[in-house]
């Protein structure tokens, strides 16, 4: 059994994802856990590489079962070379994103199915899962708004449109809701600190059910 823990943030564009990882894993310093924080798709050097032979546009728009295969052939690197030798030596991880987001968006919002998902999935993982899911919710005007705000170039998925996104945000709300112990939605429209407030609460359940 992996002696470290594995967190996944989840939700839809400019939900403050990557700020909340950043927050976290300051909060487990402070508790004197060691955590990474990583990210998908990416979070090792070869699925860096996919994840730029992904969203680049020299291949124009990727078949939607292609981008599942390419997705999935980066968490596999991923696992391998960054969250399971992690979680061997103790360490947690904290991710910003990882396959519920291939769930809401390849096999929802996309719809590729989760059933093919979650096939895919087994596949490179058997039956590792992560230990607890945050799903950052707000409404998807916000999410956008913030994403403007920034101005970075958009990506193909804020491009699409709004009903995309609404579909997308129901997703993770129903994926919650047929896994209520691996979930936890937290509303993400608070500021950065209410939020990571919220995200304390459920790390303290499982500072405290780790093994002896
Ligand atoms: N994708 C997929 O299709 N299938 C998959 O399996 C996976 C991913 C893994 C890129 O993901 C795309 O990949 C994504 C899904 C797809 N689609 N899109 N578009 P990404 O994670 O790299 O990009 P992202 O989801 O768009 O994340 P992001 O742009 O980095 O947003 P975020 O991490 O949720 O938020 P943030 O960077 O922390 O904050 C965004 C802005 O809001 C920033 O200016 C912050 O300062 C601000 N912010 C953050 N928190 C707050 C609060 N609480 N209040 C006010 N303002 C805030």
């Given at each position: 059994?992996?002696?470290?823990?594995?967190?996944?943030?989840?939700?839809?564009?400019?939900?403050?994802?990557?700020?909340?990882?950043?927050?976290?894993?300051?909060?487990?310093?402070?508790?004197?856990?060691?955590?990474?924080?990583?990210?998908?798709?990416g979070?090792?050097?070869?699925?860096?590489?996919?994840?730029?032979?992904?969203?680049?546009?020299?291949?124009?728009?990727?078949?939607?079962?292609?981008?599942?295969?390419?997705?999935?052939?980066?968490?596999?690197?991923?696992?391998?070379?960054?969250?399971?030798?992690a979680?061997?030596?103790?360490?947690?991880?904290?991710?910003?994103?990882?396959?519920?987001?291939?769930?809401?968006?390849?096999?929802?919002?996309?719809?590729?199915?989760?059933?093919?998902?979650?096939?895919?999935?087994?596949?490179?993982?058997?039956?590792?899962?992560?230990?607890?899911?945050?799903?950052?919710?707000?409404p998807?005007?916000?999410?956008?708004?913030?994403?403007?705000?920034r101005?970075?170039?958009?990506?193909?998925?804020?491009?699409?449109?709004t009903?995309?996104?609404?579909?997308?945000?129901?997703?993770?709300?129903?994926?919650?809701?047929?896994?209520?112990?691996?979930?936890?939605?937290?509303?993400a429209?608070?500021?950065?600190?209410?939020?990571?407030?919220?995200?304390?609460?459920?790390?303290?359940?499982?500072?405290?059910?780790?093994?002896?």
């Open positions: 059994m992996a002696k470290g823990r594995f967190i996944t943030l989840e939700g839809g564009e400019g939900a403050g994802k990557s700020t909340q990882v950043t927050l976290l894993v300051e909060a487990l310093a402070r508790r004197g856990i060691e955590a990474i924080a990583t990210r998908e798709v979070g090792c050097a070869g699925a860096e590489d996919i994840r730029r032979l992904w969203l680049g546009k020299e291949h124009g728009f990727w078949d939607t079962m292609t981008e599942l295969m390419l997705i999935m052939a980066a968490r596999r690197e991923h696992l391998v070379k960054t969250i399971w030798p979680l061997e030596r103790g360490a947690w991880v904290i991710s910003d994103r990882f396959v519920d987001s291939t769930r809401a968006y390849q096999g929802i919002g996309q719809g590729l199915g989760l059933a093919v998902v979650d096939e895919a999935y087994r596949l490179i993982a058997g039956e590792f899962k992560p230990d607890l899911t945050f799903i950052l919710d707000l998807v005007e916000s999410g956008l708004a913030r994403m403007r705000a101005a970075t170039e958009t990506d193909r998925f804020e491009q699409q449109d009903a995309f996104h609404e579909t997308l945000r129901k997703a993770y709300l129903d994926l919650a809701a047929a896994e209520p112990q691996r979930f936890k939605v937290v509303n429209t608070a500021t950065p600190a209410e939020v990571s407030q919220q995200l304390d609460v459920f790390l303290d359940v499982l500072f405290y059910t780790l093994p002896a």
